[in-house]
C-alpha cells in the first residue's frame, strides 16, 4: 500500500483531521515557509496527535542540533532534510539518532538521478525546486528508481493515482493541493486519501 504524507501540518484542527483520517506521516515544516510552526507549536501539535501518526519534521539547511533536540524531545520521528544538506550532514545525524531520514531532491534534470541514487538517506523524496509550491515537476526526467522514494510536488486528487501507476513509489506526499485559503482542508485530505486507497484494490 502507498504510504500517504500530508505536509504542512500547522493547526490544531489540521491534526485533528489526521486524528480521524489517519495518513501514515504529518509534516511539520520548521523552515522559513507561509507553514512554517515553532518548536513549541511543534511539541504542542505532536502532543495532540495520534500516537500512531510518525511527524516528519521538514527542515533546511539547519544547525544539526536544532534538528537532533526536536528528536530528543519527542517532536519528531522522522527528520526531511529540503535543503543542501550532503551524506556528511546525514552521517552525522546518524551518530546522534537512530530515526528515519528522508532527503529531498529536486528534479529540475536528467543529472539530479544521480543524487537519487547516491544519497546516503533512508528515503529520498522527488520535488520540484521550489518546495510546497504545489508545482509539478517534469517526470519524463524520473530514470528507474531501485530504492523507497516519496514522490511530491504539486501530488493532487487530480494525478495521485496516474503517479502511483506511473512511478510506484514508496510514498506520496502532498499539502498545497490539499489546502482551500492556505489552510488544509477535511474533504481534499479525505477525497486524497480515498483515491489512494483505490488504486490498491
Ligand atoms: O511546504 C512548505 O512550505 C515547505 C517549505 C520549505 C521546505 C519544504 C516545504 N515542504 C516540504 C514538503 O514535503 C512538501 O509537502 C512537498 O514539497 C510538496 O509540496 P506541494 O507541492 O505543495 O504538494
Not at 24 to 37: K, L, P, T
Not at 98 to 127: C, F, G, N, Q
Request: hydrophobic letters at 35%; proline letters at 3%; charged letters at 30%.
Amino acid at each position: 500500500m502507498t504510504k500517504i504524507k500530508v505536509c504542512g501540518i500547522k493547526r490544531l484542527e489540521d491534526v485533528e483531521y489526521l486524528n480521524e483520517l489517519m495518513p501514515d506521516y504529518a509534516g511539520f515544516v520548521f523552515a522559513q515557509s507561509s507553514r512554517q510552526i515553532s518548536k513549541e507549536e511543534g511539541s504542542f501539535l505532536r502532543s495532540r496527535l495520534d500516537g500512531m501518526i510518525p511527524v516528519v519534521g521538514v527542515f533546511v539547511n539547519e544547525n544539526p542540533e536544532v534538528v537532533l533536540d526536536c528528536v530528543e524531545q519527542g517532536i519528531v520521528q522522522m527528520i526531511q532534510l529540503h535543503g543542501e544538506e550532503g551524506n556528511n550532514y546525514i552521517d552525522f545525524l546518524r551518530r546522534y539518532s537512530a530515526v528515519p531520514i528522508i532527503k529531498s531532491i529536486s528534479i529540475t534534470k536528467k543529472e539530479d538521478m544521480d543524487s537519487v541514487r547516491d544519497s546516503t538517506a533512508d528515503y529520498v523524496l522527488l520535488d520540484n525546486r521550489s518546495p510546497g509550491s504545489g508545482k509539478k515537476f517534469n517526470w519524463d526526467l524520473v530514470e528507474k528508481i531501485e530504492r523507497p522514494f516519496f514522490l511530491a510536488g504539486g501530488i493532487s486528487i487530480d494525478n495521485v493515482e496516474e503517479s502511483i501507476h506511473r512511478f510506484k513509489p514508496y510514498g506520496v506526499d502532498s499539502s498545497s493541493s490539499l489546502e482551500t485559503d492556505g489552510v488544509k482542508d477535511k474533504k481534499k485530505i479525505k477525497e486524497f486519501i480515498r483515491r489512494i486507497k483505490n488504486v490498491e484494490r
